[in-house]
């Protein structure tokens, strides 16, 4: 047959497909060469060749969402960050087994100033995926294998199945449920997970671009150099520190085990971490940055839901409204569930925008926390200090408090699952 024949017949089946169907083609085509080697980068590339397309654009923003996590994986691996927990994993019962996904024997020497500038290409690259996640419009279905994707770990230009979410999910401690009076016991991610994200889960993605990025910009705008001057051994096996006769002397552990302890960290560093934790701000705006950034997050994470309210499928959910179910594990998020996390994400719009104040723990009950005067004028941050409450005296005032029982709410509503539903609403 001719090639101008083959082209026509192409043009023909391609006319007589609905969009959707060939987006859905085209996003699997993509994610499949990653079991051939192929990096997020080079997904993306093929993705592009197809935008326009509500669902491919969406699988463009989530692809620049990961390629974000990548970046900051192999700014980790490049300096063994937390291979020093895998180093005491005997130690632990094996429980830091699943630190040694991005373990690196070889590390290079890391500074302050190294982990400053992976944060800054993390922000960036998060910004990107936001903006690409912006350009979203319309319904659609995008179909991911969740435990497929693969990650660039060692930055060599390919991948392989060790680099995959599903290796990463295997060293997860597994699920155990009390089931008929018995323990079952699960993988923690099933091994199918192909999730159908959709309009909501756009939103999701962009909120959770914005969480992360205020984590971010928080982060850079203290001077962390003193801090890690003294415990940056415990994250970092070569870390250049003032300090340098730490890393390798554990006298603490040596008294309680009764043999040398060939750990890289002592117990007493993990406590002079905690205790002093004092960060001065040295880059006051990116605090104003950080609080636009929860900000947003807030903004999505409502918006999300308008979404999820009107979808009157089920079809692999990310996040289930009350009518559906989730793709993983079939969790189901009845109405309860659903209006207690609205209304804490109603509590805390109104805490970062200034229209109620924090309840505070320490005295008289009359004053509490403005939560935008800690964002827009900072000040050093000490973490005992603030559990004390003395940190939060610049930042008293009188005004309308938080609903007492909203977070006992949620606790119940969530039956005390709380930071593992937030990690997944956001």
Aim: overall charge negative; proline content about 4%.
């Amino acid at each position: 047959m001719k090639r101008t024949h083959l082209v026509a017949l192409s043009a023909c089946a391609v006319a007589c497909f609905p969009s959707s169907a060939r987006a859905d083609q085209h996003i699997t085509d993509a994610f499949a060469m990653q079991q051939e080697g192929a990096t997020l980068t080079q997904v993306r590339e093929e993705l592009d060749a197809h935008a326009g397309d509500a669902a491919v654009d969406f699988a463009l923003g989530a692809v620049d969402f990961l390629i974000a996590g990548e970046k900051l994986i192999q700014r980790c691996y490049q300096h063994g960050f937390m291979s020093t927990f895998g180093q005491i994993a005997p130690m632990t019962g094996g429980r830091a087994s699943f630190l040694m996904w991005m373990a690196n024997d070889n590390p290079k020497e890391t500074t302050v100033a190294d982990i400053e500038v992976a944060l800054e290409e993390w922000i960036e690259h998060l910004e990107k995926a936001e903006r690409t996640l912006a350009g979203v419009a319309g319904e659609f279905v995008c179909p991911i294998d969740l435990n497929a994707i693969r990650f660039d770990i060692n930055a060599d230009g390919e991948t392989t199945a060790a680099e995959s979410l599903r290796g990463f999910f295997a060293l997860l401690p597994p699920q155990r449920l009390w089931v008929d009076g018995r323990m079952e016991v699960s993988d923690l991610v099933p091994e199918d997970l192909v999730v159908a994200f959709d309009r909501g889960d756009a939103s999701w993605l962009r909120g959770y671009c914005h969480l992360l990025m205020g984590v971010g910009e928080w982060m850079l705008a203290h001077d962390a150099s003193e801090l890690f001057d003294h415990t940056g051994h415990i994250f970092f096996p070569k870390a250049k520190i003032k300090y340098d006769f730490l890393p390798y002397s554990t006298w603490s552990l040596e008294r309680v085990t009764g043999v040398p302890t060939p750990a890289p960290f002592d117990f007493t560093d993990v406590l002079a971490f905690f205790a002093n934790m004092r960060l001065p701000v040295d880059e006051p705006v990116r605090m104003s940055l950080a609080l636009e950034h929860f900000q947003n997050t807030i903004v999505y994470g409502k918006d999300m839901w308008s979404h999820y309210d009107r979808e009157t499928d089920n079809d692999r959910e990310w996040i289930p409204n009350p009518k559906q179910t989730a793709a993983i594990h079939d969790v189901v998020v009845d109405v309860t569930m659903r209006e207690a996390w609205l209304l804490f994400l109603d509590e805390v719009d109104d805490l970062l925008n200034g229209r109620k104040v924090l309840r505070f723990w320490r005295g008289d009950g009359s004053k509490g926390i403005d939560v935008v005067k800690v964002f827009r004028e900072p000040r050093d941050f000490d973490l005992i200090f603030w559990i004390q409450g003395a940190a939060a005296a610049p930042y008293l005032r009188e005004g309308e408090f938080t609903e007492p029982g909203t977070w006992a709410q949620l606790q119940e509503a969530l039956d005390r699952r709380v930071f593992r539903f937030s990690f997944w609403f956001n």
